[in-house]
């Protein structure tokens, strides 16, 4: 799934025309370098959410069929938020895991590194959180298996949000490196399945707990990765 329904407030006034994964680096749109990077990896069933001049973006991008792609939108009246977007998705999103991205950011990570790391932290590890899938009888402690793999980055400019160590994700503490979620990730469809569809909700919240519960694994962006949030960091792109 691709991220794509934010009204980009920060970026005005060129958002206030053109949503902001229509905004150009380096000559091509920015939803459009996400859209190249999924397919090379081998993800060609792919859902996007749209709301704020949502035409133009399903104009640009239409079904997906000139990149050997099959696109599904999914269009939102008033934007829904991370977790309100992926939720509200979810009949498209139909395998038991799938892989979300944003459509503002500007990388060149490999999104078959994400794969290759979610299958290797995809195992059962450790006791049984309630976040982590159903314990199997009463007081039950079954295997603890990651419910999103999550690709964190280093950079001085934003908070550091999670720390990271032998792949699993925790909340800060001293002495772990530590870093920000890049908004890119793997995530169980159950994680989202107990939320209302149609209702704005925020990831963010959700993934601190499943971080306190150890619910998450990640891996670190070794790659060039971009938040376009602001026109400064557009035009610092497209002056590379």
Known sequence: MILAAGRGVRMRPLTDQMPKPLQRVRGKPLIEWQIEALVRSGLRHLVINASWLQQQLQDQVGDGARWGAQVHWSCEEQPLGTAGGIATALPWLTDPAFVVVSG??????????????WEQCSQPAGPQSPLCGPAEGAGAQV??????????????????????QAGRIGLPQAGLPAGTYGNIGVYRRAFFEAL?????LDLGPMLRQA???????????QALWENVGTVEDLARLNAC
């Open 211 to 221: 971080a306190s519960a150890g619910c998450l694994s990640g891996q670190w962006c």
């Open 196 to 200: 209302p569809r149609h209702r704005a």
């Open 143 to 164: 295997p603890q298996v990651p419910q999103a793999h999550l690709v964190l980055v280093q950079d001085a400019r934003y908070p550091c949000d999670f720390t990271l």
């Open 104 to 117: 503002d950011i500007f990388t060149h990570f490999d999104y078959a590194t994400l794969l290759q790391g």
